[in-house]
């Protein structure tokens, strides 16, 4: 969480902020939920007490004090760091965004970053590289990658997979790129890139540079609603022939429980304030951007309390020559 999440800055607040964190670890969600209300007496700006005060009302069932809760954050916090806005959308009481808030994204991985992959492998059961690494090489068998984009490299776990897997040549090249500084600096211990940056996806496949032969995106694009910007700049870098390989969590009949909608669209928005995807939307963005599907699978992604997160696995071939897809018949 952001650095002001610790302290009001008033003793009194504190103490009274404390005592109702103990009840909501107790399992005393409404009493907690009073105990954050007198502290914010004391703090009416403390955007921490508002985030936390939304979280009690949420866990205690009350919908509406929730929605009044985080209104308040959204106005005190204009980045959106604490993802009031996201949390009013998932809500069904703002607008759904076209992605995550870029602050809210940053804190939460850098918050995250020591122990990420403790949290994420070891005890959620995270998969998403792994299978993407196995997709790829089950889909162009015997082929290996000489320049390799990783977006939303997190700490490399991506491109451990693939140089494990064998898929990247020698003196192959991956790059990657990432929201949070903190899972970048994590990606850089593992040695595996040749440059890693921090900012925005679709901003960093903008900048010049040679084609990549394969682009690669796991567990991305459940911070991005609207896919179509990532689509036409990962086009931009593809040469024909070349790849771009990535998860998203389903939002088909039946996945991955209820969310947001954004009604017509192909994605929503869920109460985990990850976006899902319906499989139709992925397809109908690879044929407007001149990809073509070398294999789609439905698999799990991670565990979430317990529940599978059902995904897609896709990887898809820039502008493919027909006779190659004779000659692999």
């Known amino acids: ?155 490399g776990l991506m491109a451990a997979a693939l140089v494990e897997a064998g898929l990247v040549a020698g003196g192959g090249r991956i790059e990657g790129v990432d929201l949070s500084p903190a899972m970048v600096a994590t990606a850089a211990d593992k040695a595996l890139y040749a440059e890693l940056r921090v900012g925005d996806v679709v901003a960093d496949l903008g900048r010049a540079g040679p084609a990549f032969d394969l682009v690669v995106a796991a567990d991305v694009f459940v911070y991005i609603g609207d896919l179509a910007p990532v689509f036409a700049a990962v086009a931009a870098r593809l040469d024909p022939g070349a790849l771009f390989a990535f998860t998203a969590e389903a939002a088909d009949d039946g996945d991955n429980g209820d969310g947001a909608d954004v009604a017509g669209e192909g994605w929503r928005l869920g109460a985990s304030l990850r976006y899902a995807h319906v499989r139709t939307y992925l397809a109908g963005l690879a044929a407007a951007h001149g990809f073509r599907p070398l294999s789609e699978a439905r698999a799990t992604l991670r565990q979430d309390r317990g529940s599978p997160v059902i995904g897609h696995v896709i990887v898809l071939q820039r502008g493919a020559d027909p006779i190659e897809d004779d000659a692999r018949a």
Not at 120 to 131: E, K, M, N, Q, T
């Open 1 to 155: 969480m952001p650095p002001d999440s610790h302290s009001s800055g008033n003793l009194l607040a504190d103490r009274r902020f404390e005592y109702g964190r103990l009840l909501a670890e107790s399992g005393d969600h409404a009493a907690a939920a009073d105990l954050y209300a007198q502290a914010l007496e004391l703090v009416p700006s403390w955007a921490a007490g508002w985030f936390a005060l939304g979280a009690a009302y949420g866990d205690a069932g009350d919908t509406a004090g929730a929605a009044r809760a985080f209104a308040r954050l959204a106005e005190l916090d204009p980045d959106d760091r604490y993802g009031g806005r996201l949390r009013l959308a998932a809500l069904g009481r703002a607008p759904v965004p076209d992605a995550a808030p870029e602050a809210y994204v940053r804190e939460l991985f850098d918050d995250y970053a020591d122990r990420f992959e403790t949290a994420l492998v070891d005890r959620l059961g995270y998969r998403a590289p792994a299978l993407l690494a196995e997709a790829i090489a089950a889909s162009w068998p015997g082929n290996v990658f000489g320049h390799v984009h990783d977006l939303g490299c997190g700490t």
